[in-house]
């Protein structure tokens, strides 16, 4: 398996921004990516498989791009709601590695 | 809709056992194999184990391989996962999931807290 490290760890951002996450395969996965929400105290929630692909009634403001050992997410005018913790999953396979978790926070 | 519910969790001493269980509605139960995935504390989640729909067909994380196991009553529409010799590393949320196959973890319960300490 491939190891998933995401970067920023934390990011502060207002209502409206524009914001990016990056994942980093250690090895070439493809299009295998997966982008998750996770709000405090709540199951993750599924936003963008096959590194692009948005799941039914995610808004449209999430992006996914990228392919091979590098992958983003872009969020397009950020709303009160997505502030939260986002994660990657390496998704060739149901045990892929999640990424450590990127938290965007209020500024 | 697929619903998934979780409980059993709680705290629990370290060689201890615990079982959790997972209550499903919504949709055809014997139809899907099912997951446990579980989330240490500010960690990112990590699959556990699996269980195909009949039952016969299970398979586990390095992590938890002789000391864990996943069950399923179809009957009662609901998945276990009995957990023993428990070490303060398995401390976290389990959640049990359904895999979408090309797409994800589509659809998770609400998680069960379990930390094991003395």
């Known amino acids: 398996d491939s190891r998933m490290t995401q970067s920023p760890s934390t990011l502060s951002a207002s209502v409206g921004d524009r914001v990016t996450i990056t994942c980093r395969a250690t090895h070439t996965i493809g299009s295998w990516l997966a982008w998750y929400q996770q709000r405090p105290g709540k199951a993750p929630t599924l936003l963008i498989y096959k590194a692009s692909a948005l799941q039914s009634g995610v808004p449209s403001r999430f992006s996914g791009s990228g392919s091979g050992t590098e992958f983003n997410l872009t969020i397009s005018n950020l709303q009160p709601d997505d502030f939260a913790t986002y994660y990657c999953?390496?998704?060739?396979?149901?045990?892929?590695?999640f990424g450590q978790g990127t938290k965007v926070e209020i500024k | 809709q697929m619903q998934l519910v979780e409980s059993g969790g709680g705290v629990v001493q370290p060689g201890r056992s615990l079982r959790l269980s997972c209550a499903a509605s919504?949709?055809?139960?014997?139809?899907?194999?099912l997951h446990w995935v579980r989330q240490a504390p500010g960690k990112g989640p990590e699959w556990v184990a699996f269980?195909?729909?009949?039952?016969?067909?299970?398979e586990y994380a390095d992590s938890v391989k002789g000391r864990f196991t996943i069950s399923r009553d179809n009957s009662k529409k609901t998945l276990f996962l009995e957990m023993n010799s428990l070490r303060t590393d398995d401390t976290a949320a389990y959640y049990c999931?359904?895999?979408?196959?090309?797409?994800?973890?589509?659809?998770w319960g609400q998680g069960t807290l379990v930390t094991v300490s003395s």
């Open positions: 919504g949709f055809s139960f014997s139809d899907y194999g």
């Open positions: 999931a359904n895999w979408g196959g090309d797409t994800g973890f589509d659809n």
């Open positions: 269980i195909s729909f009949h039952g016969t067909n299970k």
């Open positions: 999953q390496q998704s060739n396979s149901y045990s892929g590695t």
